[in-house]
């Protein structure tokens, strides 16, 4: 069954994020498939980070590849067609929130639950955060951001690192859009107070 | 359904003109090639097949059934793929659209499990990265693997194929050929076409119609060893044949009864399918060439 | 966060243990944050993390599931203004396609339109008009549709329809009842406008279901679209036939000819009936194999 189809797909495999895009505006379903391939399992997985429930997740990222599939004519091209799939993705999430109405259940991290060994975090830290955090202290910002409190800790995570506005953090996090400011005002204090 | 087909004395007349003379053959699972020239009659007995026309006599049995009841005629169209030559469209119609639609007839009501099978067979003829566009803006390569597309749906029983591979270019050929190979045991498929080729890569079985009547039924070896010990080479032409034309290597072929001593060569389908037409001298030009 | 950092990084990736942990939830916050920003922008932990995933096999079977809910929202074909009209009154999606796909029936459906608008403009710009033209015309407006609406010739797929176990008469009953369901409110609505009143405003009804049933019977033995014209034909013969006769003294106006009172009325009721019945019955011929080429239907 994919026999016949394996030289158009074999030529699109090798293209490139954004010419995969460009095949897409042409009405590539072929071109849809691949880029699925290459991002959507690390976009549920970056979403399970941010919401527990799996239905919601799935819809979330239909939506997303929807959007896609539809958008691809319009997309302008700055910056890496990741940055931009998670820039529809994480809103998605937000709408499941706004159009179900539901409560967001927030899976924990680890580092919250007992029986963790603390050392052992720090050493695995030490090579991840090279790479982002590198133009900051970071070993000290990694510390200072894991020891904020859960609720604080999602607040910076849903406006500082995925780029929403506080209303849709606020959506996200089933909170009031001022409890997102006052909490990462908290949030804020308590970092710069650990930085220092 | 096991495939089989059975059509007893089948005549057609359109006005004046006997398209069909008493047409009997027999076909079973597989691949049968209805092997003609144009004008033979190949679509009016593909189109009395698959029910579209009413012959003026004689009948066509599938397995048990004959279409003489309304439960019938379902029975048999539930079961059946048909790809006319030139399938009308609807001019908005994407090729999704089109092979929805059709499926819509072949009372596929369940949405999600008919677009389901559309995009099976929408795969199976590579056509994934054109289904959503307008079937007017396709080539004509495309439009056919839309119609033999739409046949494939439900993977019926019987699947009448009338030219499928007219207008393909070599790759989009071999492809049809894979794709058929893929169809199962009970499956019979019929495929009129003009090219002996196609017969010669695709079909266990061939049919040959001429001026409405049936030629020869048998498998593509038998046909070729019809030609057995008529079919000789030379290095000039040689009045004496029925037909010759020059090979590639540029020795003259011939096909009649050879003279004494000439050179034969092991005959061909081709050769075979010439020389039964050849006999009535009404071979097309097109088809020596 | 855009502009460039003033010196190179050192060439980091997601180790596996990294990624396996992250994948897990394994790992705080402040690692993920550094795996997530750095799987934006680097096409190899991408293609390492797919693998990774989909090296599991139920998280491999929930995307390739979640990826045939992605391409079926991408294939529901749009169902254009008809088609949600008709699923808007409550027609099942398949039927609302089977009805709506054909062109002719867009065609037949803005020509109702145009011609009821037609009906209630001629008579807004002359006040005393008269209000013959709706009489005789509305009852052909269906016949218009129907005669369009299936058929060889008419339809561009009819041979396939035909092959199809969904049987042709199906097809073509349904699109008459949509042709006859949008053109008679419409009708009616320009009666209304009109302020036609008792037999001037119905008159026309039951003449144009007598004419839809005869051209629905007629449409089993020759194709609807000669069914139609023959029928329309003898409905304008008829009509100014009886309105000639009738007019002989001046000023006898259409609707107080006998084709719109009681006795013409009752007839084409009878006449509608009886057609009803003639084509109920005569229904599969429409699903047979046809015997000519080109002809019959």
Not at chain 1, 34 to 61: F, K, M
Not at chain 3, 113 to 129: C, E, Q, T
Not at chain 3, 174 to 198: E, H, K, N, Q, W
Not at chain 3, 229 to 236: A, E, L, R
Request: charged fraction near 20%; include cysteine.
């Amino acid at each position: 069954m994919r026999d016949s189809l394996s030289v158009a797909r074999d030529a699109i495999d090798e293209m490139d994020d954004d010419a995969l895009i460009v095949a897409i505006a042409d009405g590539s379903r072929i071109a849809l498939h691949v880029l699925y391939e290459r991002h959507a399992p690390w976009l549920v997985i970056r979403l399970r980070r941010r919401c527990s429930d799996p239905t919601i997740i799935h819809d979330a990222v239909q939506d997303t590849f929807v959007a896609v599939w539809q958008g691809a004519s319009r997309y302008e091209g700055s910056g890496a067609v990741a940055a931009w799939i998670w820039g529809i993705g994480v809103r998605r999430l937000v709408g499941q929130f706004r159009k179900t109405n539901k409560a967001n259940f927030l899976p924990l991290f680890d580092s919250d639950q007992p029986g963790m060994n603390p050392s052992q975090q720090v050493i695995d830290l030490a090579s991840a955060e090279e790479l982002v955090l590198e133009r900051v202290e970071h070993g000290d910002l990694a510390h200072a951001i894991n020891r904020l409190s859960p609720e604080l800790r999602l607040v910076v995570q849903a406006t500082v690192l995925d780029g929403l506005t506080t209303r849709e953090a606020g959506r996200l996090l089933g909170i009031p859009a001022g409890t997102v400011k006052t909490r990462m005002m908290r949030a804020k204090q308590e970092m710069r107070s650990a930085l220092t | 359904m096991n495939g089989n087909i059975e059509i007893t004395g089948v005549t057609k007349t359109y006005g004046k003109t006997l398209v069909l003379d008493d047409v009997s053959v027999k076909i079973g699972p597989g691949v049968t090639g209805m092997l003609g020239p144009n004008g033979a009659g190949k679509t009016t007995l593909l189109r009395i097949m698959a029910t579209v026309l009413a012959p003026d006599s004689g009948s066509v049995r599938f397995d048990d059934t004959t279409p003489t009841s309304p439960k019938a005629l379902h029975d048999i169209r539930s079961n059946l793929g048909y790809a006319p030559q030139e399938p009308g469209f609807y001019p908005n119609f994407t090729v999704f659209d089109f092979i929805d639609y059709v499926a819509i007839l072949k009372e596929m009501d369940d949405r999600r499990a008919r677009h389901d099978e559309v995009r099976r067979v929408i795969s199976l003829v590579g056509l994934d990265d054109v289904a959503h566009r307008a079937i007017r803006k396709l080539s004509g390569g495309m439009r056919r693997r839309t119609a033999v597309a739409q046949a494939l749906l439900g993977s019926p029983s019987f699947l009448l194929l009338d030219e499928p591979t007219a207008g393909l270019d070599p790759e989009q050929r071999l492809r049809f050929r894979s794709l058929l190979s893929q169809r199962d045991d009970h499956q019979a498929v019929v495929l009129a076409t003009h090219q002996t080729e196609d017969v010669t890569a695709l079909c266990q079985n061939v049919v040959v119609v001429d001026q409405g009547k049936v030629g020869f039924n048998g498998t593509p070896v038998e046909l070729a060893s019809s030609a057995e010990g008529r079919v000789w080479v030379s290095k000039g032409a040689d009045n004496t044949a029925v037909l010759t034309w020059m090979d590639g290597t540029g020795r003259h072929r011939h096909i009649g009864n050879p003279p004494p001593g000439a050179e034969l060569v092991e005959p061909t389908l081709e050769d075979g399918y010439l020389l039964l037409m050849g006999r009535d001298s009404r071979v097309e030009t097109e088809a020596v060439a | 966060m855009n502009d460039q950092p003033s010196f190179e990084p050192p060439e980091w990736h997601v180790s596996p243990r990294l990624m396996r942990d992250y994948v897990a939830l394994k790992i705080d916050m402040a690692r993920s944050a550094s795996v997530e920003q750095h799987l934006l922008s680097c096409p190899n932990c991408q293609v390492a993390l797919s693998s990774f995933v989909y090296a599991d096999v139920s998280s491999a079977a929930n995307l390739d599931a979640l990826w045939l809910d992605v391409i079926d929202a991408v294939d529901r074909p749009s169902s254009g203004l008809v088609g949600s009209t008709l699923r808007l009154l409550g027609v099942s999606d398949h039927v609302a396609r089977l009805i709506a796909a054909a062109p002719a029936m867009h065609l037949s459906w803005i020509a109702s339109v145009v011609l009821v608008l037609g009906f209630a403009i001629s008579y807004a710009m002359r006040p005393y008009g008269s209000d013959a033209l709706l009489l005789v015309l509305a009852p052909l407006i269906p016949l218009a549709g129907i005669g369009t609406a299936y058929g060889l010739g008419n339809d561009r797929l009819y041979e396939l329809t035909k092959v199809s176990p969904l049987s042709s008469s199906r097809v073509f009953l349904y699109r008459s009842l949509a042709v006859l369901c949008t053109a008679t409110p419409l009708t009616l609505t320009a009666a209304l406008i009109m302020r036609l009143d008792g037999l001037e405003a119905m008159g026309w009804l039951l003449p144009s279901l007598g004419l839809v049933g005869l051209t629905l019977a007629l449409s089993t033995w020759v194709q609807p679209l000669i069914a139609a014209i023959s029928v329309g034909t003898t409905w304008i013969i008829l009509v100014v036939g009886v309105w000639a006769r009738s007019a002989r003294f001046e000023g006898i106006a259409l609707e107080t000819t006998v084709i719109f009172q009681p006795t013409g009325q009752i007839a084409f009721a009878v006449v509608a009936l009886v057609a009803a019945v003639l084509f109920i019955g005569r229904l599969g011929h429409l699903d047979t194999p046809v015997d000519s080429h080109r002809g019959a239907w």
